[in-house]
């Protein structure tokens, strides 16, 4: 974990340090990730089990890749009646909150006479990445199933890794819960290469979502342009903003909260109060001694973590934008005067009381968010990433005696003949 201060002259070069930490990792899978994707074009489902059984410990022949709805059936039934109903009021809030989130079309004339339009349609075919190494996330058939759902995708086809062959039975649950059928028991990128370029057993996709290690987040960088995605949503990061007041073991058990997710994960404390700075560090120390995924969030936080001492709120709101963080935990009097300076960041949480598990799993907005500072640029998962839009045009001559003869003019600058043609030879009708 690094201690940075914004009074050091040497701030400016250790927050680009540790902003770089987690890029060099990135970075080192690049080749190994092009490979496996190579692989995957080239042998289809013999390279998909010769990595699962490499990096999952699971052999499967091509016919066992697809779960059979039997077995969701059945693995599902595993699920206690109280784990059920949890499951179901999340998928619900989550539901609401993205069928809020459905845009209207455009229909008008406008002052020229022109009928103007844009129409909203859903994509055919979804790839649902549900990641499940380290750890199961049932929550994240939800965040990735329900508003494909919502927006009206017909087909959605999820990979999710199965290490040692074991199914997750919420997992199972949570697909069923959405009425995914169509699933495949891998992972990482060779998971992604099967959605993107199609195998004899799995059809390709149009658009792959959801969020992954650093191999899944690469390969869906890798496959962009062949297939959408919605975004680099890699491994996790929060930033806590937190005055003096707050509980520190509440603070530092926020922080593991991200760390715990993976060795790569990213946790920072932004503080103007360093005795309270040193009380969290302190607490974070604590909790390790007995937190069950200690050996994960203690590499995460010794490689990745770090904490900022700034001197004012706007100081601190200006180190956030720079993190672009793909979570933002504020734990002030005022979180929403502080979020307004906020100009980067996948998520926000509010207040003392809303800590970013809220939305992990039962908020409603989206946990799969951009990670690595691509919030920047990228927003988080939403019914958008499932709907594509057309826009129209329709107009009578009366309309093209409007705008035609500026469009003669911009033709010939651009020196396109035919282009000036197909409008001037109609006006010549008028
Ligand atoms: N950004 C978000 O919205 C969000 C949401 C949930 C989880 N996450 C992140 O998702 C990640 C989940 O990671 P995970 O590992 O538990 O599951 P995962 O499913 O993302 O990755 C596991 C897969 O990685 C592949 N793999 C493992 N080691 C490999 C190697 N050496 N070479 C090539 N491939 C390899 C395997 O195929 C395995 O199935 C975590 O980083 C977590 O922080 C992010
Ligand atoms: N915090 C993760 C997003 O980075 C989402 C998640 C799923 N389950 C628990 N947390
Ligand atoms: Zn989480």
Redesign the pocket.
Known sequence: MKRLNTTSPQFAAELKAVLARRGEQSGS?AE??RA?LADVQKRGDEALCD??ER??RLKLSPAQLRISEAEIRETADRVAPETKEALALAAKRIRAFHEAQLPGDLDYTDEAGLRLGMRWTALDAAGL?V?????A?PS?VLMNALPAHVAGVKRLAMC??T?DGVLNPLVMEAARLCGVTEIYR??????VGALAYGTPTIAPVDRIVG??????AEAKRQVFGHVGIDSI????EVVVVADGTNDPRLVAIDLLA?AE??E??QSVLITQDEAFAEKVIAAVEEELKTLPRAKIARKSWDDCGAVVIVRSEDEAAEVVNEFAP?HLEVLLDDPRAFSLKVRHAGAIFMGRFCPEAVGDYVGGPN?????SRTARFASGLSVYDFLKRTTSIETDMEGLKKVGPAGVILAHEEGLDAHAMSLSERLKKA
């Open positions: 899978v190994p990730v496996i990595y699962t990096f999952d990445y990641p499940g190494g380290k750890a996330y994240s999710v890794p290490p891998i992972g990482g990128a060779q998971a969020p992954g290690n650093a191999f899944v949503a890699g491994p996790s991200q997710h993976d790569q994960a793909e946990h799969v968010l951009p990670t």
